[in-house]
């Protein structure tokens, strides 16, 4: 890019720099010109003959290719100016930032510039509160499954906004546990003031379980009761969290409350949830987008945030076989197959676990699709590792693409952008962290 001024310079003083014909001189404020005393020609603007144009790499920001760009006499001519100065472009010094920085370490996008146009052309990016919600743990609850001292509760939890059924997650379920470990994460966008959150903790039953055990009291009660507390899954205890206990942050233990009677012969007992919740300043409107153009984005707010891009962890796939030999003796040397849309995930070098042991298997070459004859369109994809598997891989056996983990310590200048390997979306929303 060039800037220009007109007019002609006032010869002064005369430089030291010289070259043949031409002496570099300064006007009686300091402005630099070149005068000719061949022709006794003066000019702001570097002559032909001593411009050198260069393209300023990438990586060092040194010249080091030749340029494109007119020679400033033709440029005067052209643009109607009598001083040019080339600058760096405001798109090149972006880049140049972004590689310093580290940034684009992970961009896959060809065009060197094509992230910036497209940020450029995106509405103004605004930040929203969200909340952070941690379901830690619970302990002392009480045992109602059907067979006592045979079986233990199955607990989980759900957690809502109260008023607003849309805003609800459930953790997983703990089989056979009164003491449940969760641990469970989840980033709630919706909470606002005056509202609340609503725990609460139930044991899973399956249809089955339910069934049999229904079955097994038929007719023990004429009024049905049995049949009442036997049907679906049973109410553990409640937790309810005002606006300023959850802004007010922080990991606490509470007392369940509607935790329900003891057994016959049993002492009451309190009943206790540990939940995590903590307000976070986020970015929702950059799930979906692309996860360099998000990045590039959040860099510009000017909050000195360090943004880091993290790949989404692989959730896992089954081990698969179209080969008949292979579904019935499984794989013992050093590949087995895979559906080939989940092997879109990986590429050479990747890292994958196997199976419960969670073996670990480096990815050496990945083989051409092949139909499936058991599943109509489906296709099955060899993965070739480096290692040998030591051992049978059969078919149905989990296996999953190894992804980097970040450190789970608070940092207030930090923002992380999860994004999906295979569309390079951003997955969840980046908040600070």
């Avoid at 470990?181 to 725990?199: K, P, S, T």
């Amino acid at each position: 890019r060039f800037c220009g001024a007109t007019g002609y310079p006032s010869r002064a003083s005369v430089s030291s720099v010289t070259s043949e014909d031409w002496v570099r001189e300064s006007t009686d404020d300091g402005k630099l010109f070149y005068f000719n005393r061949a022709t006794g020609a003066s000019q702001w603007h570097i002559p032909n003959e001593l411009y050198k144009a260069r393209c300023l790499d990438m990586d060092t920001g040194q010249a080091e290719a030749r340029d494109s760009t007119k020679m400033p006499g033709s440029a005067r001519a052209m643009l109607g100016v009598d001083c040019m100065t080339e600058v760096v472009s405001e798109e090149l010094e972006e880049a140049m930032a972004r590689k310093k920085s580290g940034m684009d370490v992970l961009l896959r996008n060809p065009e060197p510039f094509a992230a910036v146009e497209r940020v450029e052309e995106e509405d103004p990016l605004v930040s929203e509160r969200i909340l952070r919600v941690r379901i830690v743990q619970a302990r002392d609850l009480r045992d109602t499954d059907f067979m006592p001292g045979m079986d233990r509760s199955d607990p989980y939890v759900k957690c809502e906004i109260l008023g607003k059924p849309e805003l609800t997650f459930k953790t997983k379920v703990v089989p056979d546990s009164l003491n449940p470990v969760w641990n469970h994460e989840e980033l709630v966008v919706g909470f606002e003031e005056g509202d609340a959150l609503l725990f609460t903790v139930w044991d899973y039953d399956e249809p089955a379980q339910d069934s049999s055990a229904n079955d097994a009291f038929a007719g023990g009660s004429d009024d049905g009761g049995a049949q009442l507390w036997l049907d679906g899954d049973e109410l553990l205890g409640k937790l309810m969290l005002a606006d300023d206990e959850v802004i007010r942050n922080g990991k606490g233990e509470y007392q369940l409350e509607d935790t329900g009677e003891p057994e016959e012969g049993e002492e009451p007992k309190d009943a206790f949830l540990t939940v995590e919740t903590q307000a976070l300043l986020a970015w929702p409107s950059l799930v979906g987008t692309q996860a360099e153009d998000a990045a590039i984005r959040l860099k510009r707010l000017g909050m000195g945030l360090t943004v880091q891009l993290w790949e989404m962890p692989d959730e896992g796939s089954r081990v698969m076989a179209c080969d008949p030999m292979y579904a019935k003796e499984g794989y013992r040397n050093n590949f087995f197959g895979v559906d080939a849309e989940a092997a879109e995930k990986v590429e050479e070098g990747t890292v994958v676990s196997v199976g419960i042991a969670a073996r670990k298997l480096t990815i050496s070459q990945i083989g051409p699709a092949m139909k499936d004859p058991k599943r109509p369109g489906g296709q099955v994809k060899y993965l070739f590792f480096v290692e040998n598997m030591m051992g049978v891989i059969t078919p149905g056996m989990p296996w999953k693409k190894v992804t980097a983990e970040p450190d789970a310590s608070y940092r207030d200048d930090r923002v992380r952008v999860w994004y999906d390997y295979t569309t390079g979306l951003v997955a969840k929303v980046p908040h600070i962290g």
